[in-house]
């Protein structure tokens, strides 16, 4: 997922030593523990306590989308069967129900000033107490997340956590963020573990099961590449670092650290290094490959072989070639077995690995930067020596495939549409880094993709030439970045502009759409006529190479859509409004002028006195009467959007602000500001400023019994405490509905309650989806 949330913090200078870090530590909800040392344990936090004044017990749940971004990494725990976790690059961590056949969520506790917690860069299962398991934590390693990374660490399977801060950041949505892992937990002696730091940093270990963590200062080397060390924003010129750990237990003991480890390094000449004396020191494997970046390591435990997949760039989405090599731990000699040879077909890197721990010599690698025309996964039951593929050019263009790919239960994975072959939709997938073999169950297979994790029970059919099914595993996991939320009253539960995905028309919130939104890959911004709901209207921008118009119009409720036409050629994303009768549209497009049309943008006039730059939303009873905000300056349009007049209005926020009108009164306006919450009654010439209240969202649902003004929805701050808030005594009032352990990190987009359903309430999150609340039972 390449949703990029930027903050305004500047990159501190951290001086890192090789003594003890003594962070603090702290509890699942944010709160210190006792004491303030990270040695002090504390019991964590089951529920918020503080708000005892919620409005009531809400229940949340998501949309049903299943899946949508980026899953880097599935990690089996080997002790357990069944015990798996998965991890996402901005929507948290996720473990495995058997009984359910579904993913839980177990960072939903992440708040709005910790955001960066839901970018995991490694996740880690401990083979001895399977209780325990292990985050590294942190979205982006320039000061686009403005607070350092760090080591989560639970006793209870995810369900409750502690934390420890580390004295430099951890980059979940970076590049190389497929690599790893770079948490490892040590098979012998469970309270030591060791995590590959990212910028620079080298390695770290911990030797009290994650409380503290010291630098390994005889690690020699912290890694030096960097996709484009010119990069001003920091995002392609930080250094890619250690990017794995693994052990040998062979020849260990229970309660002793394991003598002998092996870590990967970002660097393209001295890539795999070795420790014998329990990691004292490390030396440079003699003969490693060099030319490529080693994207993972895996040990064959039975075999004594160390299998290296590389490429000739970090990932996730390039990559031009790489090759697979084995180390023989016993004798030291280093082969390329590359499923694809040097100077044939060879234009992607090797990425995903994994053995089969019920069948020694077993192996699987993927071809993760093959896009074109899918993704390809090789495996070889002889260590290496022979390989096939999951699918084999025929004559151009067909293949032969070894499997099918049934999306019934996530039908808009298709993308609904039929490529030109040898493309074909559904796809195999894309961005394939993380491949697991279950080590109790040789039969079923588990990956990511770019979208959602696939899977298979039928993987030794590919051994007997029988066709085996790939399905989506992906039930509970949900990784959307949601950018607006629209409720139109009707059959319509919900309409979602998503990054990437396009976006999402629900009629029931409890199953997975049939389709996305179609065309561009990034809704922006939507919107409804408000006595005419049928017609939507949405914009956004192209995931990759797109060249149609960004504009989208529907007259049934965003079931089938059909294009406008651009203002100009640079008009993408920004914000759209649609007249309350649907008569016009008026699009404020990011980076240029402020356009109007009537009918559906086949032709448009820029309109006068308002802003580039300016958000944009339309009254929803008067049809000619439309809003813009931008640096402080509210302004109405009275004439359908062609001229716009700056409100006398003052008091305003300066920064960026989000506002709506209430359905059914005219010129009934709320703005959210971030750092206030204002209510204008008079069509914006006019605010009063609600005290108490710093909104960041605001947005209305059905009243409450008995009440005549619509319940008011917000993410924001009252009386100095975060959370998700409503009102129903406009705005006289408000009352947290969610608690603690539902936070979500940020959830700043968009809100919207239902106008149908009393108490329900659709939030915005940046990696979680469309999350719902309704009062419990109700």
């Not at 030593?17 to 019991?43: I, Y």
């Not at 209207?537 to 036409?565: C, E, K, L, M, Y």
């Not at 108490?692 to 005549?708: R, Y």
């Amino acid at each position: 997922m390449r949703r990029w949330k930027q903050a305004t913090c500047g990159l501190a200078a951290l001086a890192l030593t090789g003594g003890l870090f003594a962070a603090t530590a702290t509890t699942a909800s944010g709160q210190p523990e006792s004491g303030g040392s990270a040695s002090a344990a504390a019991e964590p936090l089951a529920e918020n306590t503080e708000n005892a004044a919620n409005a009531e017990n809400y229940a949340w749940q998501n949309a049903q989308i299943a899946g949508g971004g980026f899953v880097p990494s599935i990690v089996f725990n080997r002790s357990e069967p069944d015990l798996v976790y998965a991890r996402t690059d901005i929507g948290g961590a996720y473990r495995w129900n058997e009984q359910g056949q579904e993913w839980i969520p177990l960072l939903d506790h992440v708040g709005w000033d910790d955001w960066g917690y839901s970018g995991v860069a490694s996740i880690a299962t401990d083979p001895v107490d399977p209780d325990r398991v292990y985050a590294a934590v942190g979205s982006y390693t320039n000061d686009w997340d403005p607070n350092n990374g760090a080591i989560l660490r639970s006793a209870d399977r995810g369900e409750t956590w502690q934390t420890t801060e580390l004295p430099f950041k951890v980059g979940g949505n970076m590049p190389g963020r497929g690599m790893g892992e770079r948490l490892a937990v040590d098979p012998h002696d469970n309270d030591v573990l060791y995590f590959g730091a990212p910028s620079g940093n080298g390695l770290w270990r911990s030797t009290d099961a994650g409380v503290t963590w010291q630098e390994v200062t005889a690690f020699p080397n912290p890694g030096d590449y960097a996709i484009d060390p010119n990069d001003a924003t920091g995002y392609l010129s930080d250094v890619i670092g250690v990017v794995w750990v693994t052990f040998d237990p062979r020849g260990g003991s229970p309660g002793s650290p394991t003598r002998t480890i092996y870590a990967g390094v970002a660097d393209l000449e001295q890539s795999v290094y070795r420790s014998t004396d329990g990691g004292t020191s490390w030396e440079p494997v003699p003969g490693a490959p060099t030319g490529f970046l080693p994207h993972k390591g895996v040990l064959d435990e039975e075999t004594g072989d160390l299998y290296v997949t590389t490429s000739d760039d970090p990932g996730p989405y390039d990559g031009t070639d790489g090759e697979v090599w084995s180390l023989d731990t016993a004798t030291g000699a280093w082969t390329d077995i590359s499923p694809v040879p040097s100077g044939s077909d060879r234009y992607f890197g090797f990425s995903g690995l994994t053995v089969d721990r019920s069948n020694p010599g077993t192996l699987m690698v993927t071809g993760y930067s093959s896009w074109w025309p899918d993704t390809q996964i090789f495996r070889s039951t002889d260590g290496g020596a022979t390989w096939t593929r999951a699918w084999e050019w025929t004559s151009y263009p067909n293949r032969d495939k070894r499997y099918e790919v049934d999306v019934s239960a996530v039908p808009w994975l298709d993308n609904g549409t039929t490529p030109q072959p040898p493309e074909e939709n559904p796809k195999l997938g894309w961005m394939t880094e993380g491949l697991e073999i279950d080590p109790f169950d040789p039969d079923r297979m588990m990956y990511g993709t770019g979208a959602t994790l696939y899977g298979t029970t039928e993987l030794t059919n590919w051994d007997s030439d029988q066709t085996l099914t790939v399905e989506p595993m992906v039930t509970g996991l949900e990784e959307t970045a949601v950018n607006d939320l629209a409720a139109p009253p009707g059959g319509v539960e919900v309409l979602s502009g998503l990054g990437d995905v396009g976006g999402f028309r629900h009629t029931d919130v409890g199953q997975v759409p049939a389709t996305s939104f179609p065309t561009f890959g990034t809704t922006t911004s939507l919107d409804f006529a408000e006595s005419n709901p049928s017609w939507v209207v949405r914009v956004g921008n192209h995931v990759g190479d797109g060249t149609a118009p960004t504009i989208g119009f529907s007259t049934d409720g965003g079931a089938n859509w059909f294009q406008g036409t651009r203002p100009v050629e640079s008009a993408n994303g920004g914000t759209v409004a649609a007249a309350a009768d649907g008569s016009g549209f008026v699009w404020a497009p990011s980076g240029t002028a402020v356009y109007r049309t009537e009918g559906f943008g086949q032709s448009w006039t820029q309109s006068q006195g308002i802003p580039q730059g300016a958000r944009v939303e339309a009254d929803r009873t008067d049809p000619d009467l439309f809003y813009g905000f931008h640096q402080g300056t509210f302004y109405v349009s009275t004439d359908g959007g062609a001229t716009f007049a700056a409100s006398p209005a003052t008091g305003l926020p300066s920064g960026e602000a989000r506002f709506a009108a209430v359905a059914g009164a005219r010129g009934d306006v709320w703005l959210a500001g971030g750092t206030g919450l204002w209510h204008s009654t008079d069509a914006g010439q006019s605010f009063t400023r609600v005290a108490g209240v710093q909104a960041d969202t605001i947005g209305f649902g059905a009243a409450a019994p008995g009440a005549d003004y619509p319940a008011l929805y917000s993410s924001g701050v009252v009386d100095g405490v975060r959370g998700i808030y409503r009102s129903v005594d406009a705005g006289q009032s408000w009352e947290r509905i969610n608690d603690d352990e539902h936070q979500w990190a940020w959830t700043g987009a968009a809100i919207t309650g239902d106008p149908d359903v009393y108490g329900r309430v659709y939030v915005s999150t940046n990696g979680r989806g469309v999350i719902y609340g309704e009062p419990s039972g109700g």
